[in-house]
């Protein structure tokens, strides 16, 4: 099963000679990595999905080509709420969990204050898919990536890789 794992850009390190800074990290893991921006105002150029679309359906799209999304597009309780877009979808996120996630309703209830959410609620508008200064990167790794790219952090940067994994909200929430 694919799991997603963002890596905080260090994007200005990477900036150097003529490749794409994206492009660049792309060739030294062997992994596809989609970037994501956050814009204070929605852009005027933007495109935006033909239908309101879930975040993880975003980061799908968002292979071939940018999707803005915005609060109205975003059809996904749990991304409204890591987002800052929504102050009060617990209720609507347990609801939607409970049939599927196989938790009880005690761990889901002690589980959603622990997923991170975007506190600042001046985000107009998310970019999916971008090459242009990233303020993440995401990819989605299937194990053996997943390993092969924490070892590689490991010996480049002689530490652990500082992550968090979850089965609820495991694409927007982490």
């Not at 994007?11 to 921006?37: D, K, S």
Request: glycine share 6%; charged share 20%; proline share 7%.
């Amino acid at each position: 099963m694919a799991a997603p794992w963002i890596y905080k850009t260090a994007y200005h390190n990477l900036n150097r000679g003529n490749m794409n800074p994206i492009r660049l990290l792309e060739n030294r893991t062997g992994i596809r990595w989609t970037g994501i921006r956050f814009h204070r105002e929605v852009p005027r150029e933007m495109e935006q999905p033909a239908r309101p679309m879930y975040f993880c359906e975003a980061v799908n799209v968002s292979c071939t080509m940018p999707v803005t999304l915005t609060p109205e597009v975003l059809n996904c309780p749990g991304a409204q709420r890591s987002f800052g877009w929504s102050v009060n979808g617990g209720a609507a996120l347990l609801e939607k969990w409970m049939p599927r996630s196989g938790l009880a309703t005690d761990v889901a209830r002690t589980l959603l204050p622990k997923i991170p959410r975007i506190e600042d609620n001046r985000i107009g508008a998310i970019t999916v898919g971008t090459y242009q200064s990233p303020d993440i990167l995401m990819a989605y790794l299937q194990p053996e990536y997943a390993t092969r790219f924490v070892l590689q952090w490991q010996n480049a940067h002689r530490d652990n890789l500082d992550i968090c994994v979850s089965s609820i909200m495991a694409v927007c929430g982490n």
